[in-house]
């Protein structure tokens, strides 16, 4: 069973969009989150910025590349809904982080934080209806 049969396997909230649209959505958000991530990491390379700077930016990128696996993979929907409360929770700090001294980072973070933040509302509802 691949991600989108799985997705419409289960009782979803009200709200749940139709799966093709997460094919959509991601790859527009994941150009933002290389770019913006990508030069956050290049000035810490560079020494430029301290590494516990980024480390909220490598969480996030873990957990967001781990939600898959424990939503389709393990299937546990228990799992996969700490996992993408970190991946908000993640997001929120590099907007903080971001905000002062590199604002269009922290802008570019802004349709990430809204899409898991819809994304965490139906982990949220999958979680507690299909117990």
């Known amino acids: 069973m691949n991600e989108q049969s799985s997705y419409l396997a289960q009782k979803l909230p009200p709200l ?17 989150i290389i770019i913006s991530y990508g030069w956050i990491f290049w000035r810490a390379v560079k020494g430029e910025m301290n590494y516990w700077f980024v480390t909220p930016f490598i969480v996030n990128l873990i957990t ?14 228990s799992l996969a809904l700490i996992d993408i409360l970190i991946v908000l929770i993640t997001i929120i700090i590099t907007i903080i982080l971001t905000w002062k001294d590199y604002r269009l980072i922290a802008y570019m973070q802004l349709p990430y934080l809204i ?8 982990q949220i509802g999958i979680t507690i209806l299909n117990r």
């Not at 967001?64 to 929907?77: D, E, I, P, S, V």
């Not at 899409?115 to 139906?122: I, M, P, Q, R």
């Open 115 to 122: 899409w898991v933040t819809f994304a965490t509302y139906l």
């Open 16 to 32: 749940a969009p139709p799966a093709w649209l997460f094919g959509v959505v991601w790859p527009f958000l994941y150009i933002l």
């Open 64 to 77: 967001n590349a781990l939600f898959t696996y424990f939503q389709f993979g393990l299937k546990n929907n």
